[in-house]
């Protein structure tokens, strides 16, 4: 199970977000009559863990989200609501959080996520020189179309690199582990589609192959 984050929350992302994670964590999985025990062992993320997102103790990381999202059938975003949804939304330039900060400065953020009709979500990433970014894989079926806006971009899926130049889009099955990597001289740009599948995700359940 996951016990150590790594990649945590920015300081973008405020204490409203956090409770917000906290209420709607809770909510889901009382809603579904799971303890934090069945959670944790649908979603991979420790029982302590969860006590502390749902205390609003802690700010966990982008790969913490996902698990937990995912367990529910729910998108990062669905987490991240603090109003119901309205018929018309828009978000203005500054007012997504940064999820993700890596070593190297690189930024992730989640520009929107959507539960209804589809679970999609929408990221920009910005990854500067020598920049990389692991991911474990995702509920089975999700799909990952990234298209570079700016500079060079290595996608890693199963073991095998794709090299991805500006202008170009890539769309590759995400249920299984990625990476991205910049290896150019210059930062790359990225906007990000990540496609899911209805439904709640255990992943204690078997793979297909």
């Known amino acids: 199970m996951l016990t150590v984050e790594e990649n945590i929350l920015t300081d973008d ?4 977000a956090q409770a917000a994670i906290a209420r709607h964590v809770k909510g889901l999985r009382q809603g579904r009559r799971w303890s934090l025990d069945e959670l944790a062992s649908r979603s991979g993320v420790s029982k302590g863990m969860l006590v502390q997102i ?4 802690t700010n966990p990381s982008i790969g913490t989200l996902c698990r937990i ?5 729910v998108s990062i975003g669905r987490l991240l609501e603090s109003e119901p949804e309205p018929v018309v939304k828009i978000v203005g330039a500054d007012e997504p959080p940064v999820l993700w900060r890596g070593a190297a400065g690189g930024t992730g953020r989640l520009l929107r996520g959507v539960n209804d009709p589809a679970f999609v979500e929408v990221w920009e990433w910005r990854l500067p020189p020598g920049e990389t970014h692991d991911s474990s894989d ?7 179309l990234i298209h570079l806006r700016e500079g060079s971009l290595v996608v890693t899926v199963d073991g095998t690199e794709h090299t991805v130049g500006p202008g170009e889009t890539i769309d590759f099955r995400a249920d299984r582990p990625h990476a991205y ?3 150019a001289d210059v930062e790359a740009v990225l906007t990000m589609v990540v496609v899911m599948p209805e439904g709640e995700f255990d992943r204690r359940a078997p793979r297909p192959s």
């Open 13 to 16: 992302v405020t204490q409203v």
């Open 54 to 57: 749902e205390g609003a103790r």
């Open 69 to 73: 999202a995912e367990s529910f059938g």
């Open 138 to 144: 995702h509920s089975v079926g999700t799909r990952e």
């Open 181 to 183: 990597r910049n290896a």
